[in-house]
């Protein structure tokens, strides 16, 4: 059984800093694309970053220069740094995936069931 799990949420409080954990276990063959998404009660999910399996970067606009997405590819590990954090960033965070289960496959789209980030004084 594949899975993501995040980690690496909590209560910080503005201006602090976090780092989320996102890895992937099972029996995968790679790993495309990897993101990370937020979502506040009531809202859409918003896209916030991307690292693809080139290794470039993308961000949403209200996230630049703050968060710093990486992965660890032999650990099938993504990572969000959160610096500078402010109180609109609070939300629950979810990862995504593109995980390749064998060679030649298609990729599965894998999500996470999300980790809370809380940014409050």
């Known amino acids: 059984q594949v899975q993501l799990v995040e980690s690496g949420g909590g209560l910080v409080q503005p201006g602090g800093s976090l780092r989320l954990s996102c890895a992937a276990s099972g029996s995968i063959f790679g790993i495309g694309a990897m993101e990370w998404y937020r979502q506040v009660p009531g809202k859409l999910r918003e896209w916030v970053a991307r690292v693809g399996g080139d290794g470039a970067t993308y961000y949403t606009d209200s996230v630049k220069g703050r968060f710093t997405i990486s992965r660890d590819n032999p650990k099938n590990t993504m990572y969000l740094q959160m610096d500078r954090l402010k109180p609109e960033d609070t939300a629950v965070y979810y990862c995504?995936?593109?995980?390749?289960?064998?060679?030649?496959?298609?990729?599965?789209?894998?999500w996470g069931h999300g980790t809370q980030v809380t940014v409050s004084s």
């Open positions: 995504r995936a593109d995980l390749i289960l064998y060679s030649g496959g298609d990729a599965y789209n894998a």
